[in-house]
């Protein structure tokens, strides 16, 4: 099915560990995104890829890194995991913002 | 400072009635606003979206008003159904620096009950 796909769908990380969260879409779209959802906060915007080879700071980045490998790819890096990171991570994509994102089913991340 | 305000964090409907989620905003440079529909353990789905040129969008069961004077837009779901009980996300968009920026609000969820 033509989508968005992220990996893996639950994981868990020591204070310290590192780890890389993986998307990729099938739609040809421009444009990634990686948000954060935390309860009573609704959606924040950690990075984002306006086109392949481009990528900017959105608004909590501090932690993360991020990789426009392709057009169909965008991972999401946390090089050494924090307690506050722990959350719901979702990547989506959009040809453009007001066509409305396809995001993916999700990452729920603890760090302990 | 929350640009997108979603004040109510729940509302119960009976099935077969109007559901009306309500969403304010404070940015007057926002020239589009989405609705986005979740399901537990999903990610968020998108619904229903409106122009700042326009003030009403209909999709089915789904309508959108927008009141830019009041700065505030509502989604009327009629009539509503079991199956719309999610949660439900205001977003807003505005131009800045060359990218349409999305704000989204901390969500509203609906239950509706048979």
């Known amino acids: 099915n033509a989508g968005v796909t992220q990996t893996p769908k639950f994981q868990v990380l020591k204070t310290g560990q590192s780890m890389t969260l993986q998307c990729a879409q099938d739609?040809?779209?421009?444009?990634m995104y990686w948000y954060r959802q935390d309860p009573g906060m609704g959606l924040r915007l950690i990075y984002y890829s306006a086109s392949e080879g481009t990528t900017d700071k959105g608004e909590v980045p501090n932690g993360y890194n991020v990789s426009r490998l392709n057009k169909r790819e965008f991972s999401l890096r946390l090089e050494s995991a924090a307690p506050s990171q722990t959350s719901v991570y979702f990547c989506?994509?959009?040809?453009?913002?007001?066509?409305?994102?396809?995001f993916g089913s999700g990452t729920r991340l603890t760090v302990v | 400072d929350q640009q997108v305000k979603q004040n109510s964090p729940s509302l119960s409907v009976q099935e077969g009635r109007i559901s009306i989620l309500n969403c304010d905003y404070t940015?007057?440079?926002?020239?589009?606003f989405l609705w986005y529909k979740k399901y537990p353990a999903e990610g968020p789905t998108f619904l229903i979206s409106i122009s700042s040129i326009k003030d009403k969008n209909e999709d089915g069961r789904f309508t959108v008003f927008l009141n830019k004077s009041a700065k505030h837009l509502s989604l009327h779901i009629v009539p509503s159904q079991p199956g719309d009980s999610a949660v439900y996300f205001c977003a807003a968009s505005a131009s800045s620096g060359g990218y349409q920026k999305v704000t989204f609000g901390t969500g509203t969820k609906l239950q509706v009950i048979p």
């Open positions: 739609m040809n779209h421009n444009s």
């Open positions: 940015n007057s440079m926002f020239d589009y």
């Open positions: 989506a994509s959009t040809l453009a913002a007001n066509y409305g994102y396809t």
